[in-house]
């Protein structure tokens, strides 16, 4: 049961990491940054909480890459 779980996790895992956002101009990141610096960006618990999730998929895979490698 832990392995079809494990799989249908990576499974998720790499679907989400399949979907990217078209590159922002180099304007609009830095502004980007200030704001987020300053917590002045529209949503900003928001964002902030999809900023997290998106570092917690990134641990998720790297453990998964480590599993399987073992």
Do not use: H
């Amino acid at each position: 049961m832990k392995t079809l779980n494990t799989i249908t996790l990576a499974a998720a895992l790499f679907t989400f990491a399949a979907c990217e956002e078209k590159p922002k101009p180099v304007g609009e990141k830095i502004k980007d940054k200030v704001d987020d610096a300053l917590d002045r960006r529209p949503n900003e618990k928001l964002r902030d909480a999809g900023e997290d999730l998106k570092d917690a998929g990134r641990d998720a895979k790297d453990a998964v890459k480590d599993a399987v490698k073992k």
